[in-house]
């Protein structure tokens, strides 16, 4: 297994664009996840928060200082005044853009011209607390995605590094599917996913490089696994030799390049 070596067809991860295509433009941008989905990205990963009127907008840290021209923190600003501010112009490829709620990210990816799935991930802990899963499966419901015949079938993926985040999504919405995202082996290769009944393991590439049989034991209990941040060649054969279900990367052409040159 080498960096410029090819990557195996048997096992072949499906590409998430983390954040949207984030290394070329601006995370979270609807230009970002334009370009993933054009891309021929298989899903799109978001970080989701609520604001102070409850509508929950795809920004993945506390304030909105380092993605936006504004400052102050995500859940005391309203819809109408994040929409004041621009939230493109920061990155070195970026351009003016709007703050992208979750309803206008489940419109693209569902009305795009062929299925992707879409990756949610609550973060915690947060003012609103269980508020964001509530607010999350009502919006899911909306848009008629909260109930598929199968995990496997579902346009929706709910993920979080809370425990008590996917239990309560579980106990909710049985049939989505969930990821508990952890960066170690100890909480991933334990009881927390079966406690908490998710249907899959989202270890850091870190972690996985250093327990490379998280893989095979999440199989073993039935569930997959989703690993990110997949940015290197070497890291995306190593998963594809592993049997990653999924590898969440800001670089989603480059790594479908990747494994399109397969041998
Ligand atoms: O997809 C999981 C990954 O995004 C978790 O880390 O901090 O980038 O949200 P973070
Ligand atoms: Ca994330």
């Known amino acids: 297994m080498t960096a410029g070596g090819p990557i195996s067809r048997s096992g072949k991860p499906a590409v998430v664009a983390h954040r949207g295509a984030s290394e070329e433009l601006p995370e979270h941008t609807l230009a970002a996840y334009e370009r993933a989905l054009a891309d021929g990205a298989d899903g799109l990963e978001c970080d989701v928060r609520l604001t102070s009127d409850h509508e929950l907008v795809c920004i ?43 309803r206008e990210l489940l419109t693209l990816t569902l009305d795009w011209r062929r299925p992707v799935r879409l990756f949610v991930e609550t973060k915690h802990p ?52 969930t990821i508990l995202l952890g960066d170690t082996a100890r909480l991933l290769g334990g009881s927390a996913a079966t406690a908490v009944g998710a249907t899959g393991i989202g270890p850091s590439v870190n972690t996985l490089r250093q327990n490379p049989d998280l893989v095979d034991r999440a199989a073993a209990a039935g569930r997959v696994t989703y690993c990110w941040t997949v940015d290197d060649r070497v890291d995306v054969q190593l998963c594809a030799d592993l049997g990653v279900r999924w590898v969440a990367t800001n670089r989603p052409a480059k790594v479908r390049d990747w494994l399109v040159t397969v041998d």
Request: charged content about 20%; overall charge neutral; proline content about 6%.
């Open 60 to 102: 993945h840290d506390r304030t909105v200082d380092r993605t936006s021209d504004g400052t102050g923190l995500v859940s005391e600003m309203s819809v109408p005044q994040l929409r004041e501010l621009d939230f493109g112009s920061w990155h070195p490829h970026g351009s003016s853009a709007s703050v992208l709620t979750l």
């Open 126 to 177: 947060v003012r609103y607390g269980s508020l964001v899963e509530q607010k999350l499966l009502a919006l899911l419901h909306e848009f008629g995605v909260a109930t598929p015949p199968s995990a496997d079938h579902s346009r929706a993926v709910v993920i979080s590094f809370s425990s008590a985040g996917v239990w309560r999504v579980r106990r909710h919405a049985p049939m989505l599917p």
